[in-house]
């Protein structure tokens, strides 16, 4: 069995995970469920007692959410409505418990790819930053999820925050969830989206994104592509078809078939257009 490890200090939590690889613990809410109580042969650190990990707050034109941030501390947060996606997302994850332990950095770093908060962190351009003991990088998201439980995260380093840069004036977004019941269950398909309108009442720009219908989640290129110039109004979502939606590869599993997955991501992506133009 390995040692446990409960830093107050970040320079403490590099020096551990320089010294060999080790189990990082915030919330814990996917980590111990996966033990199913099986000792840990390798080092845990647990990282709750690093009070620079918390927060959520915007600095500089980027929101900064720590990674001892919880889902319920980012519904609750005071933020600008161009990130009522994310908080929808919060309210969505798990059950309150889950919400209150649960941290938005290590459900990233878990990379499941029915994890909730992935598909509005990829609309929302947001980065990942890591720190190690040889200084900070920053990667996107969207390249930090490599595949189903794979990160580009590498041993010796340690998630200390998402960054998500302040879009443009009259940003909306939105988030879309489809589950067997409301609380406590794994996503079948999800769908989120940002939009930038344009002053003369078109879309900007727009990122679409699909999680639980494939390894990793995805955004939507082509779809975007698709939607920029087109007037903002009630047939804007209307003009989603299958084919805007080919780079998703769900599978078939006992929550739902992948043809059931892809026509629910086809549906999950028009309510999320929907919602944007009504709100703006």
Known sequence: MGRYHRPLA????????????????????????????????????????ITALKGIGLDGGWLR??????????????????????????REV????????????????????AADGVPSLLALDA???????????????????????????????LATALLIPEPGPGARSSFEKLGARRYLVISIAMAAAVLEPAADG??????????????????????????????????????????HLDGLSPIDDVRGTAEYRREAALVLVRRAIRTLTEQA
């Not at 955004?219 to 979502?237: I, W």
């Open 202 to 243: 078109t879309v900007g720009r727009i990122r679409v994104a699909v999680g639980a219908c494939g390894p990793v989640a995805r955004r939507l290129p082509a779809l975007e592509a698709a939607l920029r110039g087109l007037p903002l109004g009630p047939d804007l979502a209307g003009t989603v078809t299958p084919a």
């Open 94 to 113: 798990g059950g309150v418990q889950i919400q209150n332990a649960g941290t938005v950095v290590g459900n990233l770093c878990n990379a499941s790819p």
């Open 127 to 157: 980065e990942v930053e890591l720190a190690s003991s040889a200084g900070l990088r920053r990667i996107p998201v969207a390249e930090f999820v490599l595949g189903n439980r794979r990160t580009a995260r590498r041993p010796e380093e």
């Open 10 to 49: 970040l320079a403490d939590a590099l020096a551990t995970l320089a010294g060999g690889p080790a189990t990082v613990v915030a919330g814990g809410t996917d980590v111990f469920p996966a033990r199913l109580g099986r000792p840990f042969a390798e080092d845990v650190l647990d990282i709750t007692g």
């Open 65 to 90: 959410i720590g990674a001892l941030a919880t889902w319920s501390e980012l519904a609750q947060a005071p933020l600008p409505p161009w990130l009522d996606g994310i908080r929808r997302a919060a």
